[in-house]
T-cell receptor, first 114, second 113 residues
Framework: AQSVAQPEDQVNVAEGNPLTVKCTYS??????LFWYVQYPNRGLQFLLK??????LVKGSYGFEAEFNKSQTSFHLKKPSALVSDSALYFC????????????FGTGTRLLVSP | GAVVSQHPSWVICKSGTSVKIECRSL??????MFWYRQFPKQSLMLMAT?????????EQGVEKDKFLINHASLTLSTLTVTSAHPEDSSFYIC?????????FGPGTRLTVT
C-alpha cells in the first residue's frame, strides 16, 4: 500500500534559521508527492509537488523540497524561517490509479519562535 | 484560479438533526470531488469520492447512509450528515480535482450538541 510518513509531530526553529520538515514515502511505481500547509481552522494550501524531473522542487512562500529516490524521502525545506510559517504541514502521495486519491501523512506542526 | 468554497464555514446543530455542507468549485468544473474529515491534531481522513452524475465511492468504515453525498453538477457536491451525534463533531474539508490536482476548500467546523 502506498503511504507517507512524517516522523516528527513538531518541529521547533528560531526565526531566520533554516527549517526542515521530514517526509518519507512508500509507493509502488512512480511517486507523485505533495506538500500542503494548513493554518488553524482552514483548509489545505498547496505548497509544491514532485511529479518528475529535477529532484529539487521550488514552491510557494520560499519553500522547496528535495526528492531523494534512494532514501525514499521528500523533505520540505526553507532557508530562513518566518514566524508566519508556523502552521501544520502535510506530506501526501497521490495514487496513480482510480480517482487519484491523496494519501496524507500524519502532519508536522512547525513552530517558529521570534 | 482553482478556488473551492465551502458553506457553511461552521455550524452547530442538535443531536438527531441533519446538516448539509456544500462544496463548490468557483472557477472550474470538477467531475470528481473528495470529502475528508479531520479530528483535532490529526491528519485528514478520506471519507468518500464524489463523482458528478453517479454514486459516491465511500472509504472502508464510512457509513454511506449516515454521510450522504450528492454531486449534482460539475461545480457542486454536498455532504449531508444525517441524524448527527456528538461524535460526528469534526472539521470537514472538501477538495475538487482538476487535471490531476486537488484544490481544497476552507473547511466546515461541525459541532453537534
Amino acid at each position: 500500500a502506498q503511504s507517507v510518513a512524517q516522523p516528527e509531530d513538531q518541529v521547533n526553529v528560531a526565526e531566520g534559521n533554516p527549517l526542515t520538515v521530514k517526509c518519507t514515502y512508500s509507493v509502488s511505481g512512480n511517486p507523485y508527492l505533495f506538500w500542503y500547509v494548513q493554518y488553524p481552522n482552514r483548509g489545505l494550501q498547496f505548497l509544491l509537488k514532485y511529479i518528475t524531473g529535477d529532484n529539487l522542487v521550488k514552491g510557494s512562500y520560499g519553500f522547496e523540497a528535495e526528492f531523494n529516490k534512494s532514501q525514499t524521502s521528500f523533505h520540505l525545506k526553507k532557508p530562513s524561517a518566518l514566524v508566519s510559517d508556523s502552521a501544520l504541514y502535510f506530506c501526501a502521495v497521490r495514487l496513480d490509479t482510480g480517482f487519484q486519491k491523496l494519501v496524507f501523512g500524519t502532519g508536522t506542526r512547525l513552530l517558529v519562535s521570534p | 484560479g482553482a478556488v473551492v468554497s465551502q458553506h457553511p464555514s461552521w455550524v452547530i446543530c442538535k443531536s438527531g438533526t441533519s446538516v448539509k455542507i456544500e462544496c463548490r468549485s468557483l472557477d472550474f468544473q470538477a467531475t470528481t470531488m473528495f470529502w475528508y474529515r479531520q479530528f483535532p491534531k490529526q491528519s485528514l481522513m478520506l471519507m468518500a469520492t464524489s463523482n458528478e452524475g453517479s454514486k459516491a465511492t465511500y472509504e472502508q468504515g464510512v457509513e454511506k447512509d449516515k454521510f450522504l453525498i450528492n454531486h449534482a453538477s460539475l461545480t457542486l457536491s454536498t455532504l449531508t450528515v444525517t441524524s448527527a451525534h456528538p461524535e460526528d463533531s469534526s472539521f470537514y474539508i472538501c477538495s475538487a480535482r482538476q487535471i490531476g490536482e486537488q484544490y481544497f476548500g476552507p473547511g466546515t467546523r461541525l459541532t453537534v450538541t
